[in-house]
């Protein structure tokens, strides 16, 4: 239930703004050195303090009954016609003007992209608050540089964390889950465990990078592309994502995120499998040059039917498991919660990651030994004995 209420939950927007009529009007239509010679047309009405320091999750919205995307330039509810649209965007372009304003920054100043989306009236001023944060590291100001860290940065400043947790514990939780499942025969079945550690070390990265939830910064497809092209072009990052205030997700879309994010794991797994299972193989011959013994013992890894099955694997089981986790789990749940309370935040979405990547571990050695790219210990040595007594 909670997963569908992900899909259908009503859009929420941002509180209007009150007018205080105590407050002097920022006159937004002559040329002010703060905009470095750019005329903006706003609207005049002015803006109390409150709104000043909103978190950041609560300009996101869940919609997911209109057929309108993130890219549309009014930022708006297709369904609504153009009044709630331009309202929103209006009301995300005012916003992110007055915190340029704040921060004596002009449009001109930003990354093409960022002043794209506030000219279009795609993203709320809480999101350029958390652009200007950002800004003040060092790391995190290359890391903007690339588009897609910074679509995900500015979604999740806990994102690089995440980065580090999932890649960190990976190593650990992946040999235990193994050692868990094979026990005695753990050393016997080194060279499958490390196959097994390889693959999963290239492939988390990109399990956190595909399915994290972003604020979408990309300009408009190409007329020319083609409908399938168009469609998935305006799908979310992450099914379960929020929407930024203004925009909204159709049920189709979130669908399409899966598949799209389900393709690309698909690539990753299969590739980070050709990569472990080569590494393998040739830690196995090594073996076997030294230890003539061990010829009749150990067999090569099945390159191919390994990285197929990998790349099954990663495309469903640790695409919808981390979906849920970034979208449901850690943005839905623990982020609002504990929005204030970074330290507990991290804390416990490094259980969560950690859980999830060792039971995908476990979930794993089973499904492999379920379609025979991978066999136990005692089955190999049971098929001598059979031959032998035939």
């Given at each position: 239930?909670?997963?569908?209420?992900?899909?259908?939950?009503?859009?929420?927007?941002?509180?209007?703004?009150?007018?205080?009529?105590?407050?002097?009007?920022?006159?937004?239509?002559?040329?002010?050195?703060?905009?470095?010679?750019?005329?903006?047309?706003?609207p005049s009405t002015s803006i109390t303090s409150s709104s000043k320091r909103i978190?950041?999750?609560?300009?996101?919205?869940?919609?997911?009954?209109?057929?309108?995307?993130?890219?549309?330039?009014?930022?708006?509810?297709?369904?609504?016609?153009?009044?709630?649209?331009?309202?929103?965007?209006?009301?995300?372009?005012?916003?992110?003007?007055?915190?340029?304003?704040?921060?004596?920054?002009?449009?001109?100043?930003?990354?093409?992209?960022?002043?794209?989306?506030?000219?279009?009236?795609?993203?709320?001023?809480?999101?350029?608050?958390?652009?200007?944060?950002?800004?003040?590291?060092?790391?995190?100001?290359?890391?903007?540089?690339?588009?897609?860290?910074?679509?995900?940065?500015l979604a999740d400043d806990l994102f690089l964390a995440k980065v580090f947790m999932?890649?960190?514990?990976?190593?650990?939780?992946?040999?235990?889950?193994?050692?868990?499942?094979?026990?005695?025969?753990?050393?016997?079945?080194?060279?499958?465990?490390?196959?097994?550690?390889?693959?999963?070390?290239?492939?988390?990265?990109m399990l956190v990078y595909l399915p994290a939830p972003t604020v979408s910064l990309?300009?408009?497809?190409?007329?020319?592309?083609?409908?399938?092209?168009?469609?998935?072009?305006?799908?979310?990052?992450?099914?379960?994502?929020?929407?930024?205030?203004?925009?909204?997700?159709?049920?189709?879309?979130?669908?399409?995120?899966?598949?799209?994010?389900?393709?690309?794991?698909?690539?990753?797994?299969?590739?980070?499998?050709?990569?472990?299972?080569?590494?393998?193989?040739?830690?196995?011959?090594?073996?076997?040059?030294?230890?003539?013994?061990?010829?009749?013992?150990?067999?090569?890894?099945?390159?191919?039917?390994?990285?197929?099955?990998?790349?099954?694997?990663?495309?469903?089981?640790?695409?919808?498991?981390?979906?849920?986790?970034?979208?449901?789990?850690?943005?839905?749940?623990?982020?609002?919660?504990?929005?204030?309370?970074?330290?507990?935040?991290?804390?416990?979405?490094?259980?969560?990651?950690?859980?999830?990547?060792?039971?995908?571990?476990?979930?794993?050695?089973?499904?492999?030994?379920?379609?025979?790219?991978?066999?136990?210990?005692?089955?190999?040595?049971?098929?001598?004995?059979?031959?032998?007594?035939?």
């Amino acid at each position: 239930m909670s997963i569908a209420t992900c899909f259908f939950a009503p859009s929420l927007y941002l509180p209007n703004n009150n007018v205080n009529n105590s407050i002097p009007k920022l006159n937004l239509h002559c040329r002010s050195p703060l905009l470095l010679h750019r005329h903006v047309h706003l609207p005049s009405t002015s803006i109390t303090s409150s709104s000043k320091r909103i978190s950041p999750f609560l300009v996101f919205s869940s919609g997911g009954d209109d057929n309108n995307n993130s890219n549309n330039n009014n930022g708006g509810n297709g369904g609504n016609g153009d009044g709630e649209g331009d309202n929103a965007g209006d009301k995300n372009r005012k916003e992110a003007m007055m915190v340029l304003v704040e921060a004596k920054k002009s449009l001109e100043s930003l990354p093409k992209d960022l002043a794209a989306a506030i000219r279009d009236g795609r993203i709320p001023g809480a999101v350029l608050t958390r652009y200007f944060e950002l800004e003040t590291s060092g790391l995190f100001r290359w890391l903007m540089q690339f588009g897609g860290f910074k679509e995900r940065l500015l979604a999740d400043d806990l994102f690089l964390a995440k980065v580090f947790m999932e890649c960190g514990v990976g190593i650990f939780t992946k040999t235990a889950a193994e050692y868990d499942r094979r026990r005695e025969n753990f050393f016997k079945e080194l060279e499958i465990v490390i196959a097994d550690v390889v693959m999963a070390i290239i492939a988390d990265f990109m399990l956190v990078y595909l399915p994290a939830p972003t604020v979408s910064l990309r300009s408009s497809v190409a007329a020319s592309a083609g409908p399938i092209a168009k469609f998935f072009h305006n799908c979310p990052d992450n099914a379960f994502q929020v929407a930024l205030a203004g925009t909204s997700y159709s049920f189709l879309q979130r669908l399409g995120a899966v598949v799209r994010n389900g393709a690309k794991l698909f690539a990753v797994g299969a590739t980070s499998s050709l990569v472990g299972t080569a590494v393998t193989n040739a830690a196995i011959n090594a073996r076997k040059a030294v230890d003539k013994n061990a010829a009749g013992e150990v067999e090569n890894v099945p390159i191919f039917s390994t990285s197929a099955a990998y790349g099954v694997y990663m495309a469903v089981s640790s695409n919808l498991r981390y979906q849920v986790l970034a979208g449901v789990i850690e943005q839905r749940i623990l982020e609002p919660l504990l929005h204030k309370h970074k330290l507990i935040l991290g804390a416990l979405c490094f259980a969560a990651r950690t859980g999830n990547t060792y039971v995908g571990s476990l979930l794993w050695v089973d499904y492999a030994r379920l379609i025979g790219v991978q066999k136990a210990h005692e089955e190999e040595k049971e098929l001598p004995a059979v031959n032998d007594e035939l």
